[in-house]
């Protein structure tokens, strides 16, 4: 309630972002009988929410509430991996972080595809922990992974960065399972995926569309910095993007519950870092 409170008050006091205006020059596309007319840019699902809720006056208000609705749900997710991984105090804590983080406050206050995309990908980790306690595939928590990844990939096409998450935590929360059965679930989850966006896929392609086209423009511009010098910028970029966001406060409470998490038996911290260390050395990278 602490978070919602802090990003529900005067909701509408902020004028419309541009980000936002371009949302809404997609939603009035949509309402003209052109769905998917944008999907170059790898962001879908904020159009289509939007044009359901269109209005004279207010509109902007309203999907911004739907908003809040998706970072409740990452919000809630968050203190369950925290209860899952160690204890309630160490979701708590987290939530906290995130309520006071003032990029945070930012962002969560408006309709932007960033913020319906860490609340997925908060309900994505969780469900892949909880799918990982059975060593048989269970067809709801398997079909809550494929949702909860299709709705942050529809929400921004470089969401498919994170792809590998699932493969990650089989490989390091599955030590003791046989091979078969990690198999096993490794492909029921990425079929579960893949056939979830194969429709869309083969309308885009029937269309002549490249969902992530914008994300590969990105990706592949020409660098011809030395690999050391590229290192040193990017990350430098990084840590300056990880103090806008988190401040000096915020990456020491992160510093400390991966700590906490690293010393709690079973180490589940681990597939964490794997993850996050394994985006951030990738965006050093590239």
Do not use: C
Not at 83 to 95: E, F, M, N, Q, R
Not at 121 to 142: C, E, G, M, Q, W
Not at 202 to 222: D, P
């Amino acid at each position: 309630m602490l978070y919602l409170g802090t990003r529900l008050f005067q909701l509408d006091a902020l004028p419309l972002f541009l980000d936002e205006s371009i949302i809404v020059e997609w939603a009035i596309q949509v309402r003209e009988g052109s769905p998917i007319g944008f999907g170059y840019h790898g962001k879908y699902l904020l159009p289509w929410v939007y044009s359901l809720l269109f209005t004279e006056t207010g509109a902007y208000w309203s999907v911004r509430f739907v908003t809040l609705l998706f970072l409740m749900i990452g919000a809630s997710a968050i203190i369950r991996l925290g209860k899952k991984l160690t204890s309630w105090l160490v979701g708590i804590v987290a939530v906290i972080v995130i309520t006071f983080t003032p990029m945070l406050f930012f962002h969560d206050r408006l309709a932007l595809t960033d913020t319906i995309l860490h609340a997925m990908l908060s309900l994505h980790v969780l469900t892949i922990f909880y799918a990982l306690d059975r060593k048989t595939p269970n067809l709801r928590l398997t079909g809550l992974i494929s949702l909860t990844f299709i709705i942050a990939l529809l929400s921004k096409s470089t969401a498919v960065v994170l792809i590998p998450l699932p493969l990650i935590a089989v490989i390091f929360l599955t030590h003791n399972w046989q091979w078969r059965s990690r198999i096993l679930h490794t492909s029921v989850i990425y079929g579960a995926i893949g056939l979830a966006w194969l429709p869309l896929h083969v309308l885009l392609a029937w269309r002549g569309m490249n969902y992530f086209g914008l994300a590969g423009q990105f990706s592949s511009e020409i660098n011809n910095d030395s690999l050391l010098d590229k290192l040193i910028a990017n990350s430098q970029v990084i840590l300056e993007g990880f103090l806008s966001y988190f401040t000096w406060f915020g990456l020491l409470a992160i510093l400390i519950a991966s700590l906490i998490l690293l010393y709690k038996k079973p180490r589940h911290g681990f597939v964490l870092l794997a993850g996050i260390g394994g985006f951030v050395f990738a965006l050093i990278l590239s």
